[in-house]
């Protein structure tokens, strides 16, 4: 099994690395001082005006992003999308999930509404069209909603993710956080990988 630092590998290697990793995924990220969710929600709050009424949240894992969400604004209707089967099992159980959707990032969701947030918190190291994954999300989003994702560093930097958000031409970027920690007590991570906070608001 190759190292989450380095990468898993094709679609259906992610999808069986995450499968397997189910049972244990809360606990491991836990002990690795995972704390992006709530960073992530913290940033919402500073930004959003108006409670969100609907949210999508794309590679949504157990649910560790929308359990945050939820304590902030407990109304918000959330529907969730994952590649892993058994994990997706989990967040149903969780009950957090309005929808489920088993789906890559990068495959477009046949949505029932437009949302007022999209997420994808921790997995945008696994988009390899970024221009498609925005032209995805601009459709999911309603005018003046707003996508709020990480990104690691390194990656950030090896692919000029820059220029990627200077070519949006359907968002604004409203916030981009100093490098963070991501997994720190993960001895593969450590202080030496970190992560960005990007939020961007859809265009009128």
Not at 28 to 40: G, R
Not at 174 to 194: A, E, H, Q, V, W
Request: proline fraction near 2%; hydrophobic fraction near 35%; charged fraction near 30%.
């Amino acid at each position: 099994m190759k190292s989450l630092r380095k990468g898993i590998g094709n679609r259906k290697e992610v999808e069986s690395y995450y499968d397997n990793w189910s049972s244990s995924y809360d606990e491991t990220l836990d002990k690795w001082n995972y704390k992006a969710p709530l960073q992530s929600v913290s940033i919402l709050k500073k930004f959003i005006k108006t409670k969100p009424k609907f949210i999508l949240d794309l590679a949504c894992g157990t649910g560790l992003f929308v359990d945050k969400f939820l304590q902030v604004y407990p109304n918000c209707v959330c529907d969730g999308s994952d590649i892993s089967r058994k994990i997706l099992k989990i967040s149903k159980r969780n009950g957090n999930y309005r929808y489920l959707y088993r789906k890559s990032i990068e495959s477009k969701i046949k949505i029932v509404n437009k949302y007022n947030v999209v997420s994808l918190i921790g997995a945008m190291t696994y988009c390899k069209n970024h221009q498609l994954l925005f032209k995805l999300v601009s459709y999911y989003l309603e005018k003046n909603g707003y996508f709020i994702f990480t990104h690691r560093v390194d990656l950030w930097q090896e692919s000029k993710f820059n220029n990627v958000l200077e070519k949006l031409k359907d968002f604004d970027t409203l916030n981009i956080t100093r490098p963070l920690n991501y997994l720190p007590k993960n001895k593969d991570f450590g202080s030496d990988i970190k992560i960005r906070i990007v939020l961007l608001k859809k265009k009128k």
